[in-house]
C-alpha cells in the first residue's frame, strides 16, 4: 500500500511536469512535440481543439489497444496518468513565463517534459501513445526506453515541419533530445532491470 501510494505520488508529479512543459515552453512559443502529445498539439494549432481532451481521447484508445500486452498495475497507472495530465493541461492551460528566447523554451521545456515522463515511467505506468510503443521496443528488442521514445517522438514532430517550419522543427528536436536525456537519468537504475512493466497478463496474474 504505501509503494502504492508513492508510486501515485511519483505519477501525479510527473503528469504535472509533463503538463508545464507543454503549456509553458511549447504551445506559447509555436513549438512541437512527438508521440501523441505532439499530435494534440498539431491539432491545437490547426484547430484550437484542447491538447487535454483530444489527448485523453486518443491515449484511452491506445490503451485499450495494449490492455492485452500490460500488466494489471501497469494499466491502471497509466490511465491515472493519462486521466491526470490531460485534466493539468486544463488546469495550466494558461501558465506563462516571460521569455521569448526558443534556445532557453526548448532547453527547460525539454527537461521539464523528460523529468515527467520519467517519473511516471519510474512509478512503473506510462504515458501511453509512443511512450507504450518505447515499452514494447524495450522489451522486444532490448532497446532503451528514452532512445526508443526519442525516435517514435521525432517522427510525429518532424510532420509538424509544415505547420511550424524548420527552424522552430530544429528547436523542437533539441527539445526532444534534452528530455530523452532527462528520461535515461530518471529512469536509469529502472532501465538496467529487466522491464517489468511491459509483460504477457499470465505473468502479472501469477504474481
Keep these: 500500500m504505501k509503494k502504492t501510494g508513492m508510486d501515485l505520488l511519483l505519477i501525479a508529479i510527473g503528469a504535472l511536469a509533463f503538463a508545464i512543459g507543454i503549456n509553458v515552453f511549447v504551445i506559447p512559443h509555436g513549438l512541437a ?5 505532439g499530435i494534440t498539439v498539431i491539432l491545437y494549432y490547426v484547430f484550437q481543439w484542447s ?6 481521447l486518443i491515449n484511452l484508445a491506445l490503451v485499450g489497444i495494449g490492455y492485452k500486452l500490460l500488466s494489471r498495475r501497469t494499466i491502471a497507472y497509466t490511465v491515472v496518468a493519462v486521466s491526470l495530465h490531460s485534466l493539468l493541461l486544463h488546469l495550466t492551460e494558461h501558465w506563462r513565463i516571460p521569455s521569448d528566447d526558443l534556445m532557453v523554451n526548448a532547453i527547460f521545456g525539454g527537461a521539464m517534459i523528460g523529468f515527467g515522463i520519467g517519473l511516471i515511467i519510474r512509478a512503473g505506468g ?5 511512450v507504450i510503443i518505447a515499452q514494447l521496443m ?3 528488442w532490448g532497446w532503451k526506453v528514452s532512445y526508443a521514445l526519442l525516435l517514435c517522438d521525432a517522427l510525429v514532430a518532424v510532420s509538424s515541419f509544415f505547420i511550424i517550419g524548420i527552424e522552430k522543427l530544429m528547436f523542437t528536436i533539441i ?3 534534452v528530455a530523452t536525456k532527462a528520461i535515461d537519468l530518471i529512469t536509469a537504475d529502472r ?3 529487466k ?3 511491459v509483460m504477457p497478463r499470465k505473468r502479472d496474474e501469477v504474481a
Design 33 to 37: 512535440e512527438g508521440g501523441v502529445v
Design 51 to 56: 491538447p487535454g481532451l483530444t489527448g485523453l
Design 126 to 130: 506510462t504515458t501511453a501513445g509512443t
Design 138 to 140: 524495450h522489451k522486444f
Design 175 to 177: 527539445m526532444l533530445v
Design 191 to 193: 532501465s538496467a532491470k
Design 195 to 197: 522491464p517489468a512493466a
